[in-house]
């Protein structure tokens, strides 16, 4: 016979931190709950007194000593205290659990206890006992109600594994954890007894048993996609245990490792050593590892390493190679590319500046012409998940020399123009006495030098956009162009002519054999001839009041006349031939029977 002392129980109760899942590493836990809500009838004395043993998480429920009630919620084991060991009661109930040998447990039971004198002063105690078969029954009365004398459950009291005195509020008390030396269904006793004088109970609410497996792996080793990185797998020894003579790791067929370069065989012996080294086969669906480990005769299996592919961020992967492609071809690729990855290239351009040849996932472009592109990588095949596209924008082909500029009058924009060395003439309505300009230029890492070479009102340079004012007259303006990048240096000289009120228009600006002269059908000038040109005062082709050109005038920059070509009844377009007439600037005019206008070119 035991009678419980108080302090003496406390001493052996150890409190964990139960959410600790790990110890001594990565060792590997195995949980078996056992919540008692809603689990049983509420009606049996004996709730465990059935021909079919009842299986509550998993394990069956037996009776030992008295019979335990159950109230919806929670186990109700009855005790009374007494100096009698007929009147001193107690109850008693088995769990059946499959031990293994080697491996270390630790029991939780969430219970509280009720004080039956109403004083809340003396409350139960419980009991966990370790038995390879139940006590017998002859001696333990397993089929009563209630609880049952100490002569009755007194001899259970043995191979204890711990225990505590109750509450009254619910709390998880946690015992002291062992290593099994057997492999065998074993039993747990649970024992209610003491408390005060009067009937009471221990609830029990629900039960964690936790396995922790003498040989582990960690539970998961990430890989990033595409990795070829050797990854090397550690069994943790949570016990120490000694008398290790071999382990076999066991990696199943087409496992997607490499072991010493070669496709992994289904299983590795290591021997002794509790290390493995691995390598992923690029492209490979990779396996989960696991061990046994033969120690002392006996095989300990270890739990599986679950191998989890990781996506790879777009933040790793960039595309090298250069922002500028001077007059050599530049290679681009993929920074960070896993293994087994496809890249798609696509080019962002105007026209044909780049021509490009792909090699497997790198692409090499080469010089056309002058200007910008920008290059885009759609990267697939990344162990299922979805491509990723990265883009390489602002890469300047050669030294840039195009751009745009763009003619403003008050309430009015013309253009914007493409910047050549001779530029299109802007023609602004009639009154107006100055034209500003915008003239940008690509950025593509370029600096820009402008000077001012014919007067202006002024001019300002925020790179790359030049600012200036054109005052009527002279109705024009040139500027002389530095610009320097990684390629090279650029320089130019560009004309900005205005032509104001223009009723008719000039092609090419830039002439070499020939010109097209052609009336401006938006124009609102009058087209009365004058007779100081030999002309009827009013044109029989005239009828309808359309603007014809009845004369067209060729002039240098000296006022020397190189053609002079009339038309009686006037036309809408005329063709005028250059042969004969020297490389310069010329002014081109019109009349349109009433006055005489004005354009300036360049023929070549």
Known sequence: MIIYNKSKIKNFILIFVFTFLYYYGYAQINTYTINYSGSLPVS?????????????????????????????????????????????????????????????????????????????????????????????????????????????????????????????????????????????????????????????????????????????????????????????????????????????????????????????????????????????????????????????????????????????????????????ICTSPITYSVSGLPCGAIVNWSIGQTGTIVTSTVSGNTITLSKVSTGSISLTATISNLCGATPIVIALYNIYVGIPVSGTYTAYTPGRSYGPYN???????????????????????????????????????????????LNFTVFIPPGSARFNLVASNTCGTYSNSYFFPVNVGAFFAVTPTLATSSLTVTVNNSSSISTTSSSSLSMNSTSSNNSNNQVLIFAIKIVDVTGVQWKNTSFTNGVSSANLSLVGIPSGKYVVSGFDGTKWESQQIIIQ
Do not use: R
Not at 168 to 177: A, D, F, K, R, V
Not at 227 to 239: D, E, G, H, L, M
């Open 419 to 465: 910047l050549t060395s001779f530029n299109t003439p802007v023609t602004v309505a009639s009154g107006s006495t100055q034209v500003s300009f915008a003239v940008t230029m690509p950025s593509q890492n370029t600096t820009y030098a402008w000077s001012q070479t014919s007067p202006t009102s002024g001019y300002n340079v925020t790179s790359p956009v």
């Open 44 to 324: 049996n004395c004996n709730s465990f007194n059935v021909v079919t043993p009842y299986n509550i998480g998993g394990l069956k429920h037996l009776p030992v000593s008295g019979g335990v009630e159950f109230d919806g919620t929670n186990l109700v084991l009855q005790t009374q205290s007494s100096t009698s060991s007929g009147s001193n009661l107690g109850t008693a109930y088995g769990i059946q659990f499959p031990f293994k040998s080697g491996y270390t447990y630790t029991i939780q039971i969430n219970a509280k206890g009720t004080d039956g004198s109403g004083f809340n002063t003396n409350f139960p105690s419980f009991g966990v006992y370790l038995y390879n078969t139940l006590p017998d029954p002859n001696s333990t009365n397993p089929t009563a109600c209630g609880a049952v004398g100490q002569n009755y459950w007194g001899g259970i009291v043995q191979n204890y594994l711990g225990g505590s005195f109750l509450s009254q509020n619910s709390q998880n008390y946690t015992l002291p954890s062992f290593t099994s030396s057997t492999t065998s269904n074993s039993y747990l006793i649970l024992l209610a007894n003491g408390g005060s004088s009067l009937l009471n109970n221990a609830l029990i609410s629900s039960i964690v048993i936790s396995e922790k497996l003498p040989f582990s792996l960690p539970p998961s080793v990430n890989i990033t996609c595409g990795s070829v990185t050797p990854q090397i797998f550690t069994i943790a020894n949570t016990n120490g245990t000694t008398g290790i003579t071999n382990i076999i790791w066991n990696l199943g067929a087409n496992n997607g490792w490499l072991y010493n370069g070669l496709p992994a065989p289904n299983t590795i012996s290591t021997g002794t050593s509790n290390t493995l080294q691995l390598t992923p086969n690029c492209g490979s669906q990779l396996s989960s590892i696991s061990a046994s480990v033969l120690a002392n005769g006996t095989t300990f299996n270890t739990n599986a390493c679950n191998v989890a592919m990781t996506p790879i961020s777009s933040s790793s992967l960039s595309i090298v190679g250069g922002n500028a």
